[in-house]
């Protein structure tokens, strides 16, 4: 089946800072998902990102679905962007979650 | 407007007992989803139920079963517990569901004990 899988597993960055999260998928899809899940569990869809570039406020994400990736940017972390990032994909009427990238904001 | 919510939040049982976990979508949302995550993992896809019908199905055991009543709320159960059932459990809406580009939104879960 599809893979999905994120680099790094673990980051932790100052207050301010900015990063680069990324996923890798082993087969051609269109339907590319980031989702944020904060430290009491509350998943949030972040974007729905098929292709291109989309941005909102502080954050950004690109697919470039040829090369068979995603990456999501945060720009001037804040303590309330820690947690964890997913990136997901669709296949078959099923939901795939990559294992994720946890984020640790420090003020 | 209420967002989706699920009872119960947190859940103790002891092995080979059953359990009954509910979820209340979005209003208007027709679609509720169900998710295993377990600690350090992320979520795994159970089902998909879209107008009280079986949309989609994951890679899990006949022990778990789920239906969708006709105002669109959702019950999932767990038959014959196993402590490898301990999860937090995630219910998610969407106005039509299985598709990528309708966002689902996600209860706060129940977390499950099996002990």
């Known amino acids: 089946g599809i893979q999905v899988e994120q680099s790094p597993p673990d980051l932790i960055l100052q207050e301010g800072a900015n990063s680069t999260l990324r996923c890798n998928f082993s087969d051609s899809v269109n339907n590319l998902q980031w989702f944020h899940q904060n430290p009491w569990g509350q998943l949030i869809n972040l974007f729905y990102?098929?292709?291109g570039t989309k941005q909102n406020g502080r954050l950004s994400a690109t697919t470039v679905a040829t090369e068979r990736y995603s990456l999501l940017y945060i720009s001037s972390s804040q303590t309330t962007d820690s947690g964890v990032y997913f990136c997901a994909l669709w296949r078959d009427d099923k939901i795939i979650f990559g294992k994720g990238t946890r984020l640790h904001i420090l003020p | 407007d209420a967002g989706v919510t699920q009872s119960p939040t947190h859940l103790i049982k002891t092995r080979g007992q059953q359990v009954t976990l509910r979820c209340s979508p979005i209003?208007?949302?027709?679609?509720v989803s169900w998710y295993q995550q377990v600690l350090g993992q992320g979520p795994q896809f159970i089902f998909q139920?879209?107008?009280?019908?079986?949309?989609g199905r994951g890679n899990f055991p006949d022990r778990f079963s789920a239906r969708q009543f006709p105002n669109y709320s959702s019950e999932l159960n767990v038959n014959a517990l196993l402590l490898g059932d301990s999860a937090l459990y995630l219910c998610a809406s969407s106005l039509v569901g299985g598709r990528a580009a309708d966002t689902q939104y996600f209860g706060p879960g129940t977390r499950l004990t099996v002990l």
């Open positions: 209003s208007g949302h027709k679609s």
């Open positions: 139920y879209y107008e009280k019908e079986e949309r």
């Open positions: 990102i098929p292709s």
